[in-house]
């Protein structure tokens, strides 16, 4: 079975800000990687994910990933940010034969102020 | 296309009451899964299906049922509401030969007094 925490449950930063939110995950078999974000009333819209490769990861809106295999972390990155990034972010596991089955983790609210 | 699909939006029951969760995809995917997200606890997998005829419990199954009769429909059916329903169900689809991303519909809003 897996488990992801995500350490923050809230980030407040600034306007243009750099910003890390943190997921460690933990799991006996290879993973899949992914982040999520939810705007306020909305669903949920995928970031980026990691399968295999290169452990730095690309998504929308700048953001980025990490992937730590052996410190099992998988932190999303932004180097500035803008006041529409407010939302929740989910950090989701899932062991590679059965994607369908995700993992989340409790969520961080990302805060941004002027 | 419209992607994945909920209705209703919001919704209030009594103790004790029934209803069905709908929840369509046009995308032809094969993965069906129902979560509900409670604050603080993110979203958690009720039921899932990979297939029409073929459904599976998830971490929390208790108190809901499930069926998946066609490719695009998977509805959710709470049999007798409780408080502890109160949540927002999300329904999320997938292709079975994909990148393992899952595509969301917008929620519903569930309220159970």
């Known amino acids: 079975a897996q488990s992801v925490t995500q350490l923050d449950s809230q980030v407040p930063v600034f306007e243009e800000a750099p910003v890390e939110l943190r997921c460690n995950y933990s799991?006996?078999?290879?993973?899949?990687l992914f982040w999520y974000v939810q705007y306020p009333n909305q669903g949920l819209q995928l970031l980026l994910k990691?399968?295999?490769?290169?452990?730095l990861v690309k998504g929308i809106n700048g953001f980025e990933a990490e992937f730590n295999k052996s410190q099992t972390s998988f932190h999303l990155r932004k180097p500035s940010v803008h006041i529409s990034d407010t939302a929740e972010y989910f950090c989701?596991?899932?062991?590679?034969?059965?994607?369908?089955?995700?993992?989340f983790g409790t969520g961080t609210r990302l805060l941004v102020s002027p | 296309n419209a992607g994945v699909t909920q209705t209703p939006k919001f919704q209030v029951l009594k103790t004790g009451q029934s209803m069905t969760l709908q929840c369509a995809q046009d995308?032809?995917?094969?993965?069906m899964s129902w979560y509900r997200q409670d604050p603080g606890m993110g979203l958690r997998l009720i039921h899932y299906?990979?297939?029409?005829?073929?459904?599976d419990q998830g971490e929390v199954p208790n108190g809901y049922n499930v069926s998946r009769s066609t490719t695009e429909d998977f509805p959710l059916r709470l049999l007798s509401a409780a408080p502890s329903q109160t949540s927002v169900y999300f329904c999320?689809?997938?292709?079975?030969?994909?990148?393992?991303?899952?595509?969301f519909g917008p929620g519903t809003r569930l309220t159970v007094l």
């Open positions: 999320a689809s997938s292709p079975r030969t994909g990148t393992g991303e899952q595509f």
């Open positions: 799991s006996s078999v290879s993973v899949y």
């Open positions: 990691y399968l295999s490769g290169s452990t």
């Open positions: 989701a596991v899932s062991d590679v034969t059965g994607f369908q089955k995700l993992v």
């Open positions: 995308m032809n995917h094969e993965y």
């Open positions: 299906s990979v297939g029409a005829g073929i459904t």
